[in-house]
Every structure is written in C-alpha cells, then in structure tokens.
C-alpha cells in the first residue's frame, strides 16, 4: 500500500482463524501499519461497522443483505467455499432427518450460516426443527438442543477431532450438493458514506487486502504454521498445521462470477423467506464498479 500512511482507515478484522492469512498478508506487506486494525468476533465488527464505528470491515452476508443500503461492497474480496469449508456446521447427536419438532441450537455469533442451516434443514433434509439462539458454546447448546450451528474456530476444531456421540455435518458442503454453488459466508465493505466520501482510501484499502491475499496463498506453510501459533495462544486450542493447510485450501478469499451468482442464489432464497429484503437483484453486487475520483 502506497498511500494509506496519511489516509487511516478502520478496517474490521474477523478475530476468528479464518482471517489469519489476510492478518498475515498485511503484516507481511507492512499495510498492517497504515489501518487502524480491529479484530473482534464478526457480529461485533458488523454492529461497529453499521454504527459507523468502522470504516470497511468483513461482514456476514446475511447482514450485509440486510443493510445493502447504507454499503459498498469491495469487489473481488469474500470468505467463500465451493465445498466443505471446515468451520461452519451443523453439529448433531441424530441424523438431520430425525430434527423435525427437535431443539436445534443457532449460534449468536452466526447470521449467515444459521440461516444456511435453517434453509438445508427445511428446504433440503425437509424437517421443521424448533430453534433458540445460544450463545455460541457447543457443550452448552447441547445440553438442551440436539443439534448446534456453529462457526468460527469452535466449529474447525470439532471437525478436527469430532467428539463422541456427534456428527458434524458441513453446511458449505451441504449447500454445494443441493445447489452446485459456493457459498459466500462473508463479503468485505465499506459504510457507503464513507465510500463516497473517501473513495481513494476505500480503493488503498481493497489494494492492501487483494495483495494480503495474494501473499497468504504464495506462502501456504509460513501462514498455516502462523495460524498454529495463533491458535495456541488462543482459544482455539491444538489446531496444528496440517489441519490449517487443508483450511486455507478450502476457504476461497475471493469473489468472482461464480460467487456472485451463489450470492444471487442465497439471497433470493433468503428474500423468498422474509429474511432480507427485495428486490434482490438490487442487493448483490453482480457488478465490480470501480469508485469515482
Ligand atoms: C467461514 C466462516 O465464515 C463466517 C461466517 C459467518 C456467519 O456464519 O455469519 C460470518 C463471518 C465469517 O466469519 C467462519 O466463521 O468459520
């Protein structure tokens, strides 16, 4: 990054291992110097970035469906999988089949893989489960529920080393079966007044995170091994390397036409629900348009 120096930004940063590449990517360009990082979990970098607390911040899709309006999507950035994305699951003691008039506990961490989960478990497995949001704690939730959405590290670490009596069912594995598409959990943006209003900064910022991504996926072993580190000192627990390669080979950090048409997938499904507003097609950003200035 050139200029970002003198032009600070808030930039959200999803605390969770998901986003160790990007954190290890803006250290290794040096751009981590140039924003003023906040890494927290990802329903509380949305609440800041839609209170104008951030400026740009990795956010839910299913928030950003929810608040298009008042956001600018940056093009090309997203936390996708075409396939098992090895954090975001439904955890169960029964086969899904066997959910229906059963308690299902929703994370209060998630918004777009409990509505992914909600979908698969209606939609595709067809049971009509009874939900209650919990915090996200998967010892916990199970005590009253029979099954847990869960995300983020808990949700990598269980499928790494799957507890007794559990099956961990993977939604973005799920979701691709049952549509042929990714899924798009996350998108990064920006609140659209600063966007206007700062449009070289937003485009510093995208710069930094594009070339974040580039690093990360030229150095597979430094981030996986980095990830560890940061997974010991964390709550994450024993996550080795091999286990965060196979991750960082699954997680797709990018967003092109075939995870925007998943987009368009998902929020049409979501809008047909009641769960985020239409007209969808006003929603996803199915262009990348360059800012003005
Ligand atoms: C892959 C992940 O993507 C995410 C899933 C989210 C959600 O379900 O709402 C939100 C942000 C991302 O952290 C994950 O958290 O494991």
Redesign the pocket.
């Known amino acids: 990054m050139t200029a970002c120096g003198t032009l600070t930004a808030r930039l959200g940063d999803?605390s969770?291992l998901?986003?160790a590449p990007i954190r290890w990517g803006l250290a290794d360009s040096g751009a981590v110097h140039d924003v003023d990082l906040v890494s927290a979990a990802?329903?509380r970098l949305a609440a800041r970035l839609l209170s104008g607390d951030l400026d740009i911040s990795?956010?839910?899709?299913?928030?950003y469906l929810r608040h298009a309006d008042d956001l600018y999507v940056l093009p090309g950035l997203g936390?996708s999988?075409d396939g098992p994305?090895?954090?975001?699951h439904i955890v169960s003691r029964d086969p899904l089949e066997d959910l229906d008039g059963r308690e299902v506990a929703l994370?209060d961490?998630?918004?777009?893989?409990?509505l992914?989960a909600r979908m698969l478990l209606e939609d595709a497995i067809g049971v009509r489960p009874v939900y209650r949001t919990l915090r996200q704690d998967v010892e916990g939730m199970l005590k009253t529920a029979r099954a847990a959405v869960v995300?983020?590290?808990d949700?990598?670490r269980l499928q790494a080393d799957v507890p007794r009596g559990l099956t961990v069912h993977d939604t973005?594995a799920m979701w691709r079966n049952w549509t042929g598409l990714p899924m798009v959990?996350?998108v990064w943006a920006a609140r659209r007044e600063f966007a206007q209003a700062r449009p070289d900064v937003v485009r510093e910022v995208r710069a930094a995170l594009l070339d974040a991504v580039g690093r990360a996926r030229s150095h597979p072993e430094e981030v996986a091994a980095a990830a560890a580190r940061e997974a010991r000192s964390g709550r994450a627990g024993a996550l080795g390397t091999p286990v965060l390669l196979d991750y960082y080979r699954a997680?797709d950090y990018s967003l092109g036409e075939r995870q925007l048409a998943a987009i368009q997938e998902f929020a049409a499904r979501a809008a047909a629900r009641g769960e985020v507003p239409g007209p969808v097609s006003a929603r996803v950003p199915v262009h990348a348009p360059a800012l003005g200035g």
């Open positions: 999803i969770f998901n986003c990802p329903e990795p956010i839910s899709l299913v928030r936390i999988s994305v090895r954090s975001c994370s961490a998630s918004r777009s893989t409990t992914l995300i983020g590290d949700a990598l973005g959990f996350a997680l």
